[in-house]
């Protein structure tokens, strides 16, 4: 059964950072692009960070570009969302899947901004 395991949430002040983890299992993470998603409460889920099953290529959000990076590990079956200068609107819990497929999610990791 695939597993999606997100880790490194927290709470931060604004303009503060956060290092992301998902660890996939049961599948083959080299072979799918992956990406990060969240939701905040009220909100439908968005996807901020995609990156390729190679690491070669990445894409944003335009609400995350130039603060958040995304980035990978194949022997480890990991993801990773390095997020920086955190803003109050990126409070929500988030999420790691392939966009391809959309395996079932994860628990995910709460972030919350605030002063």
């Known amino acids: 059964q695939v597993q999606l395991v997100e880790s490194g949430g927290g709470r931060v002040h604004p303009g503060g950072s956060l290092r992301l983890s998902c660890v996939a299992s049961?599948?083959?993470?080299?072979?799918?692009?992956m990406g990060w998603y969240r939701q905040a409460s009220g909100n439908e889920r968005e996807l901020v960070a995609q990156?390729?099953?190679?690491?070669?290529?990445?894409d944003y959000a335009d609400s995350v570009k130039d603060r958040f990076t995304i980035s990978r590990d194949n022997v480890k079956n990991t993801v990773y969302l390095q997020m920086n200068f955190l803003k109050p609107e990126d409070t929500a819990v988030y999420y790691c899947n392939a966009p391809s497929r959309i395996w079932s999610w994860g628990q995910g990791t709460q972030v919350t901004v605030s002063s």
């Open positions: 049961e599948f083959a993470f080299e072979s799918y692009n």
């Open positions: 990156i390729t099953f190679n690491g070669g290529s990445t």
